[in-house]
């Protein structure tokens, strides 16, 4: 004789809230609002920008430029010793670690710590920075594709600097 199926229990009414395994530290709502800032900068101008302003695709070139323009002004942003006071209200000092970068860490909490993360991380920063240059390409694209180049041009030299320098401490030893 098989067992009787077990009837269903009712949902338990003191579940933890899905956000309970992130812990006090993590500032969630600083990163609702930041998210919510993203959706009203890029995300509100695309959906009621007219169909003639926008780009009808991205050749090569602009993704390159854009790729590698986004790179360069990420790091500009998030790790420059220039544009460190802009990040100072919202992150701490670690250490210098060299070629003109800093490493720094968030400070405060909610929204200020939210802010910290974003500005000192990368890959958080890079959607940020390709969005702003997305919407320049569409509201102004050949001043924009003058500032692609422009970084571009300057994140190549960066490496090229580090290459320059590689060879010259292999060629003095």
Known sequence: MAAAATPPQPPNQHQASPFAE???????????????????????????????????????RDLLLLGIATHKLTRI????????PLRAPFTEFKENEGAGEVAEK?????????????????????PWVAGALMGGLALRPRQTRVV??????????????????????????
């Open 77 to 84: 942003a998030t790790r420059d010793w220039v544009t460190a």
């Open 22 to 60: 992130y812990g006090a530290d993590w500032p969630l709502g600083g990163y609702a609002v930041l998210l919510a800032g993203y959706a009203a900068l890029f995300g509100i101008p695309l959906l009621t920008a007219r169909e003639r302003r926008l780009p009808s695709e991205l050749g090569i």
């Open 148 to 173: 692609m180049e422009t970084f571009s041009a300057v994140a190549l030299s960066d490496f090229m600097q580090f290459a320059y320098d590689a060879v010259r401490k292999t060629k003095g030893k």
């Open 106 to 126: 968030s400070r405060g909490q909610g929204l200020q710590r939210a802010v910290g993360d974003l500005l000192t991380c990368r890959w958080c920063f890079a």
